[in-house]
């Protein structure tokens, strides 16, 4: 069974700090997403990593792909209470299937 | 102009009863997929349908039957429902079955068996 596990849990930080999710595997995924999820919603995609090393930019947020597509990692620079969310990662096992993480709970008070 | 709905958003039902949940999609995807989050927010795959043919089946108790009429809906059907099924179910929808695929999920529906 494939296990994504995601770090840290929860993340209770004030507005204009730092942050960065973990995302890890012992599988290598063809590639990886990831997710934020507010209440009461689905899951919306917010970045595909595909390239082993990759880092894509969105605004305040970067993203990485392990050099062995294994991990990836999100980073928050100056975040904001609309940055509070459930963060997903989730790796595309090359089979038309998604394994999603553990989740990461982001509260970012004012 | 929602893209994936998905009905009821909220349900309660007794143990042993059978209850459906349905999906549309009307962004012209290939694919739709059921997927089941628990309370701890793990979101797990459990039906995939690609032109109305069954992809993904994971270990799903047969009592969870899909049924795509057309490739725009994926209805849920539950048989004898158990306290375990509590959950939120999402319904999503990829343009096609392919590795990297953007998928958009539904806004979820709560199932609290009582």
């Known amino acids: 069974t494939q296990l994504l596990e995601q770090s840290p849990q929860f993340l209770s930080i004030q507005e204009g700090e730092n942050l960065t999710v973990y995302c890890n595997s012992s599988s290598v995924f063809s590639s990886l997403q990831w997710y934020r999820q507010e209440p009461g919603e689905g899951p919306v995609l917010l970045v595909t990593v595909v390239t082993g090393g990759e880092v894509k930019k969105l605004k305040r947020l970067t993203f990485q792909f392990g050099d062995a597509r294994k991990d990836s990692s999100l980073h928050i620079t100056a975040a904001q209470p609309g940055d509070t969310g459930l963060y997903l990662c989730a790796g595309d096992t090359g089979f038309q299937k998604l394994v999603f993480g553990t989740g990461t709970r982001l509260l970012v008070s004012p | 102009d929602t893209a994936v709905s998905q009905t009821p958003k909220y349900l309660v039902t007794q143990m042993g009863n059978d209850k459906s949940i349905k999906c549309e999609q009307n962004l012209g995807h290939d694919t739709m997929y059921w997927y089941k989050q628990d309370s701890k927010k793990f979101l797990k795959i459990m039906f995939s349908?690609?032109?109305?043919?069954?992809?993904i089946n994971e270990t799903v108790p047969n009592r969870f039957s899909p049924k795509s009429p057309d490739k725009a809906h994926l209805n849920l059907h539950i048989n004898s429902l158990e306290l375990g099924d509590s959950a939120v179910y999402f319904c999503?929808?990829?343009?096609?079955?392919?590795?990297?695929?953007?998928?958009?999920f539904g806004e979820g529906s709560w199932l609290t068996v009582v």
């Open positions: 999503a929808s990829s343009p096609h079955r392919g590795s990297g695929n953007t998928i958009y």
């Open positions: 349908y690609n032109n109305k043919e069954l992809i």
